[in-house]
């Protein structure tokens, strides 16, 4: 017997029509960025040529969407199978994540129509970062969907196919451990050749794909603890913390690395000076530590630890922490030079917005169709 | 990258993975061997923009216009439709030319054409390319998926696109080689320096350029110089005019690996404008970090091959467990 069920309630509720009317709103200003240019929803620009849809939808977004690597690490090779109950909706949230990252990427590039040049062996220029971010993020797409597989097998009793599925399964998982660690790296690298563009404090040069994969890690893992603990309050099930407050020692290790090497490199270089320059960097980077610093001092506690309130606040305020430092380095302190500013359109928001609310709205309805979600008997077994 | 730079790079890999040192970095990229390019000496631009005209000329570009004011383009900056662009420089009660304070001067911004560039190293899909005995950076639109990759990329924000366009496309200049014009492989110079009266803008091969820059700094301030005009290797005509007090400092000479198109001045060139670069090209260090790790996927295969087996071995206690 499957250790999953589908939730079975009904589909069309007042916070599904409400994201459904976001939907509507962020396509229609998706068709206007196709009829007129980028130019009549975004206030991109010659100095800032990336905005909240690269900067969002894939730097953040596929951070945000790093659940399914960081569980697939957790479970597999370090071999924590008590966490397996959190794989599946974990599984999902990367794919969705990362659907919207492949999307994001699409609606932004400016020649879309030429976009499979970037799949031609003879066009592909192997000195690239974005050439590895681009593949890597693609395949790992295919493999997500691979993944995630069993989940729609079982929903139709394709025994035959899953059992098939099942004896290579080891073989995708382990894609899926190495693809996120190969493009979240990279996407640190893509820093290095914007070169005096991003902030010193932001940029690390070689150690940027250390501390790139670093935070996706961090979000993956708070991600997951964020997802637990929202869909047992959500749906009113019973909550799983006694997993969840688990995966926060990670997250405690995790980020005492991360303080070590970003601080290590910052006084190595002598930029500790930049922290407290008083202008809107060292003002972005003051913020951008309290949120790394206080997940940290709230895990360290075991009874914290145990408490789903504390742990909850403690999983936000680490994904705002990996959230914000990746803003801070691609967009809030990017600085191309005199004459150039950039704060998103209006319109270019909702587009955004209203992709993040048609995944949501997938995610609804497949964890109330499809087995993703952990039995609650299973959680309360193991409570004990 | 030939054959042979990607296995010296995947040995580097090698070594790099097995020391955890890249002993190998890639260096900065030389000049092609046949370089050309230009140089623009601010003291010598009077600001006509005859330049402008010309390379929207050659450009087939409209003016850009600003307000009621018809009578000239009135680009302020690089855009889809301007290419090379003259840029005012003031300080204080700016009343005389070249002078830091209270003085003015003219700036010219176009590609730099770097020896080591940003744009060709960045884009995904060999859109951008520096031809290997000109050194000019050209762009291939029909490569390009429109990233824009190469605009973070470049030290100098010189690509530039077309967002007004549901259709668009990038823009730089070409250094007047782009398909359909070719004035370089016709023996002729770039538009912009056949037209400026001065020879602020001055054509020619990178090593004649370069070697006019320093003789122009060595020269005593006060001095009467005859300049060359056109292509520096075979002025159409020259002009004497004092010598003024340069900065000493070829900008383009070594900034991020140099660039085929060099500046002089008697300003600062942050002053100017100019970015805080490095020698060491950004993307020799990127490109290092790249090759490290992935060159001919020899570092993931191999840690592909240690979790697979790690991943079965677990999941095979799992259902044993089960």
């Not at chain 1, 909850?312 to 967009?331: C, D, H, I």
Request: charge should be neutral; include cysteine.
């Amino acid at each position: 017997m499957s250790h999953y069920q589908p939730l079975e309630r009904r589909i069309v509720t007042m916070p599904f029509l409400f994201l459904g009317v976001v939907a509507l709103i962020g396509l229609y200003y998706l068709a206007e960025r196709f009829f007129f240019g980028m130019g009549s929803v975004t206030n991109l620009n010659g100095g800032y040529p990336w905005g909240i849809w690269v900067v969002y939808d894939i730097v953040v977004g596929t951070a945000l969407a790093c659940g399914g690597y960081a569980l697939a690490v957790t479970v597999y090779v370090f071999n924590k199978g008590q966490y397996h109950p959190l794989v599946r909706p974990a599984l999902l949230a990367s794919l969705l994540g990362y659907a919207l990252g492949g999307i994001g990427a699409f609606i932004d590039m400016g020649r879309w129509w030429q976009f499979y040049n970037i799949f031609l062996p003879w066009q592909m220029n192997f000195n690239s970062v974005m050439l590895e971010v681009g593949l890597c993020v693609a395949a790992y797409i295919m493999v997500l969907m691979i993944e995630f597989m069993p989940t729609v097998l079982e929903k139709f009793k394709a025994e035959k196919l899953l059992k098939m599925l099942n004896k290579v399964l080891f073989f995708v998982i382990a894609l899926g451990v190495l693809l996120p660690t190969m493009h979240q790296s990279s996407l640190g690298t893509m820093l290095v050749a914007m070169g005096w563009k991003i902030h010193p404090l932001w940029q690390t040069l070689h150690l940027q794909p250390l501390l790139a994969v670093l935070t996706a890690f961090t979000m993956g893992f708070a991600i997951v603890v964020f997802e637990g603990s929202l869909s047992s309050v959500g749906f009113r099930r019973r909550p799983e913390t006694h997993l969840l407050s688990g995966l926060g020692r990670f997250i405690v290790g995790l980020i005492s690395i991360y303080l070590v090497i970003r601080f290590g490199e910052i006084l190595i270089n002598g930029k500790f000076g930049l922290i407290f320059a008083g202008d809107l960097a060292s003002l972005m980077f003051i913020i951008e530590t309290a949120l790394f610093v206080y997940p940290l001092v709230v895990l360290l506690s075991p009874r914290a630890r145990e408490n789903g309130r504390l742990l909850l606040w403690a999983a936000v305020a680490m994904l705002f922490a990996g959230s914000l430092y990746r803003f801070n380095a691609f967009l809030i302190t990017y600085d191309p030079g005199p004459g150039y500013s950039y704060f998103p359109a209006m319109p270019e928001i909702m587009v955004t917005v209203g992709l993040v609310a048609i995944e949501i709205m997938i995610f609804l309805f497949v964890v109330k169709k499809f087995p993703v979600l952990p039995r609650e008997e299973h959680g309360s077994a193991k409570a004990a | 990258m030939n054959r042979r730079d990607f296995l010296k790079a995947s040995l580097g890999g090698a070594a790099a993975a097995a020391t955890s040192t890249s002993a190998v970095a890639r260096q900065n990229l030389e000049p092609a061997p046949e370089a050309v390019g230009m140089l623009f000496d601010t003291t010598l631009c009077v600001g006509c923009k005859a330049c402008v005209t010309a390379c929207k000329a050659v450009n087939d570009m409209p003016p850009t216009m600003m307000g009621d004011d018809v009578q000239w383009d009135s680009a302020r900056d690089l855009s889809h439709e301007t290419l090379n662009v003259i840029k005012v420089y003031t300080n204080g009660n700016p009343v005389t030319k070249d002078a830091e304070t209270d003085g003015f001067a003219f700036e010219k911004r176009s590609c730099m054409h770097c020896v080591d560039p940003g744009c060709v190293s960045v884009c995904p899909v060999t859109a951008l390319i520096r031809d290997p005995r000109t050194g000019v950076v050209s762009y291939d639109v029909d490569a390009c998926i429109g990233c824009r990759t190469c605009m973070t990329g470049c030290p100098y924000n010189v690509p530039q696109f077309d967002y007004d366009n549901p259709f668009g496309a990038l823009h730089k200049c070409e250094l007047c080689n782009q398909k359909g014009v070719e004035r370089i492989d016709k023996g002729m110079m770039t538009g912009c320096a056949e037209a400026c009266p001065t020879g602020a803008t001055l054509f020619g091969s990178r090593e004649a350029l370069l070697e006019e820059a320093k003789r122009r700094l060595a020269l005593k301030p006060g001095d009467i110089y005859n300049y060359p005009m056109g292509d520096v290797r075979n002025p159409s005509r020259t002009h004497e005019a004092e010598v003024p007090d340069y900065q000493q400092h070829v900008w383009g000479e070594k900034e991020a690996g140099g660039t085929n198109v060099m500046h002089i001045s008697s300003i600062p060139f942050e002053k100017l404008g100019m970015p805080p670069l490095p020698e060491r090209s950004y993307v020799s260090i990127s490109e290092t970090i790249q090759h490290t790790l992935y060159s001919y996927l020899a570092l993931p295969a191999v840690v592909l091959g240690g979790l697979s087996y790690v991943v079965k071995r677990n999941m095979d206690k799992e259902g044993d467990d089960e």
